[in-house]
């Protein structure tokens, strides 16, 4: 028995790896954190190592998950290594009583820190807890190619990603009634885009990084999976649908798409709806 035998890290090793499998991390592209449970802390915390590293202050605030513990991706690590590797590539931080800073408590065997884009997801998961009652344990950060590709070519506002998603693939309106938020380009890793993020995702559970790729979050590691994979399908879908030279003849018009939300019960973002 290991730590990685533990379900919660072969869930997270799992989902490292169905990403590395859909071709959405490049080198040492994207990143995935989760917030563990008290009863999974309980059942690490006997693999942990026997003195933590220092604490490291974020440079960022979330006073709501002082004391939380995260299984963060490392920075400059590749998810292709994580299922053959964990121990090297991933690790456990632990956030201090003032919620600024973290220490490593196990893994990242042969040194380093969690992914750059830590106080990032730090951020969107003080936000993402707060907007649902606790119930948002995953933030996950992606390249998918064909969400990329859309941000050339449409407005970056959060109306036209979500209405061409939603009119892309019947499922999408179900999946994520409450559609995406657009961050316009920056660089990556900084506060600045951190902030912009967490603007977005006080709305929306979903973030589109203009040509750069999308930042998902979830109560589970299946639901921020499949959101991301699902966003990812209706950009395919779009690319063709305007890659094969011909007009675009018909579409999920907006009354099909509220018989969707009524058919399944879930509400659309109305603004999204109709005309502008
Ligand atoms: O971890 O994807 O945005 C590498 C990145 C930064
Ligand atoms: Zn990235």
């Known amino acids: 028995m290991s730590i990685c035998d533990l379900d919660v890290m072969r869930r997270m090793i799992r989902l490292c790896d169905d990403g590395w499998q859909q071709g959405w991390h490049e080198r040492n592209g994207g990143n995935l954190t989760y917030r563990m449970t008290e009863e999974e802390v309980a ?41 053959p590797d964990p121990e090297d590539s991933l690790c456990i931080v632990e956030i201090n009583g003032a919620g600024d800073s973290y220490r490593i408590v196990w893994g990242l065997v042969n040194g380093g820190r969690p992914t750059s884009e830590f106080p990032s997801h730090f951020m969107n998961h003080s936000v993402r807890c707060e907007a649902t009652g606790g119930a948002c344990r995953v933030i996950y950060h992606a390249h998918p190619a064909n969400l990329i590709a ?117 509400s659309l973002r109305r603004d999204f709806l109709g005309d502008a």
């Open 150 to 266: 859309m941000t050339y070519v449409l407005p970056l506002t959060d109306r036209d990603f979500t209405r061409e998603l939603w009119r892309s693939a019947t499922e999408c309106p179900v999946v994520f009634p409450g559609g995406v938020g657009v961050v316009g380009w920056m660089v990556p890793g900084g506060a600045q885009i951190a902030l912009a993020t967490c603007e977005k995702m006080k709305e929306f559970d979903a973030a589109v990084w203009a040509h750069h790729g999308l930042f998902v979050s979830g109560p589970d590691f299946d639901t921020a999976f499949g959101l991301m994979h699902t966003i990812e399908k209706s950009a395919e879908i779009w690319v063709k649908a305007h890659s094969v030279g011909m007009p675009i003849r018909q579409t999920i018009e907006d009354a099909d798409l509220i018989a969707i939300a009524e058919e399944f019960g879930v």
């Open 43 to 83: 059942e690490a915390r006997p693999y942990f190592d026997a003195q933590p590293r220092p604490w490291v202050n974020m440079g960022v605030t979330g006073k709501n998950l002082a004391g939380a513990y995260f299984i963060a991706t490392g920075s400059g690590k590749y998810f292709r290594n994580v299922m």
